[in-house]
C-alpha cells in the first residue's frame, strides 16, 4: 500500500491563507468540544435533578408530567432532537423571536441549539439516576424527616438529596462521559467541534490517516481526563458504610 | 408562526419505509453480529490467557471511549479505500450499506460483551463447580451450563441496547445513506417541508421505541414474578 505518512502535516500553516496550522483548527475543535459539553453539562444536572425529584413526589400530576419528559427524551433519537431544535424550533417559535435567531451569526445558532439539544437530552438520563438514587434510600429516611416535624420540601432537601447525591456519583461519572461523545453528533449541523474538524483536515490535508488518528487519540485523552477527575470527585464524597464505601 | 402542510407526507410513504428497511436491517444485522462478537469477547475478558484478556479490555474500553459518530466516519471514510488498495476493488464500489454494518456492528460489541460480562458473572459460582464435578471440560460448562443462565437473566438488557441501537442507526445520516431519517431529510429538503418531516420522523421513532420499551419492561416483570 503506497500511503505517504506525514505527521509533520499539522504544523504546516493552514491552506485559508491566515497565520494558524493544522494544529490550530484540532484545538479550537476541542475547546468548542469541552466548552459545549461542559455548558450542556451544567444545564443537564440542574434540569435532571429536579425532573428526578418530581418524578418520586407524591402527586399524580407532577411525577405524571415528569415520566413523560424522560420518556420523551429518551424515546427519539439523538440525531432528530439535534435536527428539530436547530431546523424546527426557530419555526415554531413566535415571528420576532425565531427570525432574530436566524439572523444571529451562524455560530451561535449551532451552538445554542447543540447545547440546548445535549442538555435536554442528557437530562432526562440524569433525571433516571436522581431517580433511582432517591429510590435506593432506606423509606425510613424520609419518615424520620417527616416525624421530625420537617414538610416534605424540607425533608428533600436536608435528609433525601444529600445522600442521593453521593449515592449517584458513579453513575452520573458515565453520564458525563457520554455527553462528550454525544457532542459529536453536533458535528452533523456544522458545528465546528472536534469530530468535525477532523473531517474538515481530511478535506485539507488529503492526510485522512493522520487526521482522524490524531482526533481519535484526543476523544481518548478526554475520556482518560474525564475518567479521573470523576474518580477524584467519587472517592471524596463516597457514603461510608455503602459499597465502594470507607 | 409556521403554516403547517404536511401533504408531502402520504406520497413519501414508500420511499421512507424503503428507508426503515434499511434502518432495521442494519439494527437487526448489528444486533445479531454485535451479539456473537460481544460474547466471544466477554469469554475473552474472563479468560485466564492473560493476552486475550488484555486484548478484549483493551478492544471494550477503546470503543466505549470514542464517539459512535467518530466510528462511523473511520467505517466510511477510510475503511473504505483501505480496503479498496488491499483487495484492488474498483474504485468508487458502492460499500456505505455493509461499512454501516460492519461499523455498527464492531461498537455495539464493545458494549454488549460488558452486558454478557456482568451477566455470566451474575450466575453463581456453584454453577461452574457443579458443571466441573460432573465432568465437565471449561468449554462444556460454559456453553451448557453458565451461558444459557446467563442469556437468560440478560434478554431485557440486550433488547434495551437494541432500542438504544436502532435510534442510533439514524447517525448514518453521516454517510448520506438513505435510512429512515435520511429518506425523511431528503423528503423534507425536496418539498421544503423540513418541519414537517422532522417533526414526522420524531413521532415515528417515539411510537416505535416508546412501544418497544414497554414490551421489554413488561417481559422483564413477568420474569421477576416467573
Given at each position: 500500500?503506497?500511503?505517504?505518512?506525514?505527521?509533520?502535516?499539522?504544523?504546516?500553516?493552514?491552506?485559508?491563507?491566515?497565520?494558524?496550522?493544522?494544529?490550530?483548527?484540532?484545538?479550537?475543535?476541542?475547546?468548542?468540544?469541552?466548552?459545549?459539553?461542559?455548558?450542556?453539562?451544567?444545564?443537564?444536572?440542574?434540569?435532571?435533578?429536579?425532573?428526578?425529584?418530581?418524578?418520586?413526589?407524591?402527586?399524580?400530576?407532577?411525577?405524571?408530567?415528569?415520566?413523560?419528559?424522560?420518556?420523551?427524551?429518551?424515546?427519539?433519537?439523538?440525531?432528530?432532537?439535534?435536527?428539530?431544535?436547530?431546523?424546527?424550533?426557530?419555526?415554531?417559535?413566535?415571528?420576532?423571536?425565531?427570525?432574530?435567531?436566524?439572523?444571529?451569526?451562524?455560530?451561535?445558532?449551532?451552538?445554542?441549539?447543540?447545547?440546548?439539544?445535549?442538555?435536554?437530552?442528557?437530562?432526562?438520563?440524569?433525571?433516571?439516576?436522581?431517580?433511582?438514587?432517591?429510590?435506593?434510600?432506606?423509606?425510613?429516611?424520609?419518615?424520620?424527616?417527616?416525624?421530625?416535624?420537617?414538610?416534605?420540601?424540607?425533608?428533600?432537601?436536608?435528609?433525601?438529596?444529600?445522600?442521593?447525591?453521593?449515592?449517584?456519583?458513579?453513575?452520573?461519572?458515565?453520564?458525563?462521559?457520554?455527553?462528550?461523545?454525544?457532542?459529536?453528533?453536533?458535528?452533523?449541523?456544522?458545528?465546528?467541534?472536534?469530530?468535525?474538524?477532523?473531517?474538515?483536515?481530511?478535506?485539507?490535508?488529503?492526510?485522512?490517516?493522520?487526521?482522524?488518528?490524531?482526533?481519535?487519540?484526543?476523544?481518548?485523552?478526554?475520556?482518560?481526563?474525564?475518567?479521573?477527575?470523576?474518580?477524584?470527585?467519587?472517592?471524596?464524597?463516597?457514603?461510608?458504610?455503602?459499597?465502594?464505601?470507607? | 408562526?409556521?403554516?403547517?402542510?404536511?401533504?408531502?407526507?402520504?406520497?413519501?410513504?414508500?420511499?421512507?419505509?424503503?428507508?426503515?428497511?434499511?434502518?432495521?436491517?442494519?439494527?437487526?444485522?448489528?444486533?445479531?453480529?454485535?451479539i456473537v462478537?460481544g460474547t466471544l469477547?466477554a469469554l475473552?475478558?474472563l479468560?485466564?490467557?492473560?493476552?486475550?484478556?488484555?486484548?478484549?479490555?483493551?478492544?471494550?474500553?477503546?470503543?466505549?471511549?470514542?464517539?459512535?459518530?467518530?466510528?462511523?466516519?473511520?467505517?466510511?471514510?477510510?475503511?473504505?479505500?483501505?480496503?479498496?488498495?488491499?483487495?484492488?476493488?474498483?474504485?468508487?464500489?458502492?460499500?456505505?450499506?455493509?461499512?454501516?454494518?460492519?461499523?455498527?456492528?464492531?461498537?455495539?460489541?464493545?458494549?454488549?460483551?460488558?452486558i454478557i460480562r456482568a451477566g455470566i458473572q451474575s450466575v453463581p459460582k456453584g454453577q461452574m463447580?457443579a458443571a466441573s464435578?460432573l465432568?465437565m471440560t471449561y468449554g462444556q460448562a460454559m456453553r451448557l451450563v453458565v451461558l444459557p443462565q446467563a442469556f437468560r437473566n440478560m434478554v431485557p438488557l440486550l433488547?434495551?441496547?437494541?432500542?438504544?441501537?436502532?435510534?442510533?442507526?439514524?447517525?448514518?445520516?453521516?454517510?448520506?445513506?438513505?435510512?429512515?431519517?435520511?429518506?425523511?431529510?431528503?423528503?423534507?429538503?425536496?418539498?421544503?417541508?423540513?418541519?414537517?418531516?422532522?417533526?414526522?420522523?420524531?413521532?415515528?421513532?417515539?411510537?416505535?421505541?416508546?412501544?418497544?420499551?414497554?414490551?421489554?419492561?413488561?417481559?422483564?416483570?413477568?420474569m421477576?414474578?416467573a
Amino acid at each position: 500500500m503506497a500511503y505517504n505518512w506525514n505527521w509533520g502535516v499539522f504544523l504546516q500553516p493552514t491552506a485559508t491563507g491566515d497565520d494558524s496550522t493544522y494544529l490550530d483548527w484540532m484545538f479550537h475543535g476541542l475547546q468548542m468540544t469541552i466548552g459545549l459539553s461542559l455548558s450542556a453539562w451544567l444545564i443537564a444536572l440542574l434540569l435532571g435533578a429536579v425532573v428526578g425529584v418530581l418524578r418520586t413526589v407524591p402527586n399524580r400530576w407532577l411525577s405524571g408530567l415528569a415520566t413523560a419528559y424522560v420518556e420523551v427524551f429518551r424515546n427519539i433519537p439523538l440525531l432528530v432532537q439535534l435536527f428539530l431544535w436547530y431546523f424546527v424550533m426557530p419555526e415554531l417559535l413566535p415571528e420576532d423571536l425565531g427570525n432574530a435567531f436566524k439572523q444571529s451569526n451562524p455560530i451561535v445558532q449551532q451552538f445554542l441549539s447543540s447545547m440546548v439539544c445535549l442538555a435536554l437530552f442528557t437530562s432526562a438520563r440524569v433525571a433516571e439516576q436522581v431517580r433511582s438514587g432517591i429510590n435506593s434510600l432506606p423509606p425510613g429516611q424520609k419518615n424520620a424527616g417527616l416525624a421530625l416535624g420537617f414538610t416534605l420540601p424540607q425533608t428533600y432537601r436536608h435528609v433525601m438529596l444529600p445522600m442521593a447525591v453521593r449515592l449517584i456519583v458513579p453513575p452520573l461519572t458515565s453520564e458525563f462521559l457520554n455527553i462528550f461523545k454525544n457532542s459529536a453528533v453536533c458535528s452533523t449541523i456544522g458545528l465546528l467541534e472536534l469530530a468535525a474538524q477532523g473531517r474538515q483536515l481530511v478535506d485539507y490535508t488529503a492526510q485522512p490517516y493522520e487526521s482522524f488518528i490524531a482526533v481519535t487519540i484526543a476523544y481518548l485523552l478526554l475520556n482518560v481526563v474525564v475518567m479521573s477527575g470523576m474518580r477524584w470527585v467519587e472517592v471524596h464524597v463516597r457514603v461510608p458504610g455503602y459499597i465502594g464505601g470507607k | 408562526m409556521h403554516e403547517f402542510d404536511w401533504s408531502s407526507i402520504p406520497n413519501a410513504l414508500p420511499f421512507l419505509w424503503d428507508g426503515m428497511k434499511i434502518s432495521l436491517e442494519i439494527t437487526l444485522s448489528a444486533v445479531i453480529f454485535g451479539i456473537v462478537w460481544g460474547t466471544l469477547l466477554a469469554l475473552m475478558r474472563l479468560s485466564s490467557i492473560t493476552p486475550l484478556s488484555w486484548f478484549a479490555a483493551g478492544y471494550v474500553n477503546l470503543f466505549r471511549a470514542v464517539p459512535l459518530v467518530m466510528v462511523l466516519l473511520w467505517f466510511f471514510l477510510i475503511v473504505p479505500h483501505l480496503l479498496e488498495s488491499l483487495f484492488g476493488l474498483p474504485r468508487g464500489t458502492d460499500m456505505r450499506l455493509t461499512s454501516a454494518i460492519a461499523g455498527f456492528a464492531l461498537f455495539e460489541a464493545a458494549y454488549y460483551s460488558e452486558i454478557i460480562r456482568a451477566g455470566i458473572q451474575s450466575v453463581p459460582k456453584g454453577q461452574m463447580a457443579a458443571a466441573s464435578a460432573l465432568g465437565m471440560t471449561y468449554g462444556q460448562a460454559m456453553r451448557l451450563v453458565v451461558l444459557p443462565q446467563a442469556f437468560r437473566n440478560m434478554v431485557p438488557l440486550l433488547l434495551t441496547q437494541g432500542i438504544i441501537l436502532f435510534q442510533d442507526t439514524s447517525l448514518v445520516y453521516v454517510s448520506a445513506l438513505a435510512d429512515f431519517f435520511g429518506a425523511a431529510y431528503k423528503v423534507g429538503d425536496r418539498d421544503g417541508r423540513l418541519v414537517e418531516l422532522l417533526l414526522f420522523a420524531g413521532a415515528v421513532y417515539f411510537v416505535l421505541c416508546f412501544a418497544a420499551s414497554r414490551v421489554v419492561r413488561h417481559y422483564q416483570n413477568k420474569m421477576k414474578t416467573a
